[in-house]
């Protein structure tokens, strides 16, 4: 009669528990908080408010450029007839209006 050696039960769990653990930790590297998923999120949204700050960034320098030329240091008329005309509806004796 010969005996077929099995492996012992220790050795079989041993291997089950080290299989669930890299399984766990594969997953969380892919798909964990800081996984590889995580970030290709982070660096899309980092594209994404880069260019909302570049647009920020030039509406800044239009305002700027328009309080300058409202500035009592640099004033520039045309400017000033544009903004009494549309915020006060403003109009020249001269003019006509048609609407």
């Known amino acids: 009669m010969t005996r077929t050696a099995r492996p012992a039960f220790g050795t079989l ?21 800081y996984g590889l998923f995580r970030r290709a999120e982070i660096l899309a949204e980092s594209q994404e408010l880069r260019s909302q700050l570049s647009t920020v960034r030039m509406d800044v320098a239009r305002m700027e450029n328009l309080t300058k030329r409202m500035s009592d240091d640099y004033l520039d008329l045309d400017l000033v007839d544009e903004q009494v005309r549309r915020v006060l509806g403003m109009v020249r004796p001269d003019e006509i209006v048609i609407r």
């Open 13 to 33: 769990l041993f291997f089950a528990i080290a299989f669930a653990l890299s399984l766990y930790f594969t997953f969380a590297a892919v798909q964990g908080d």
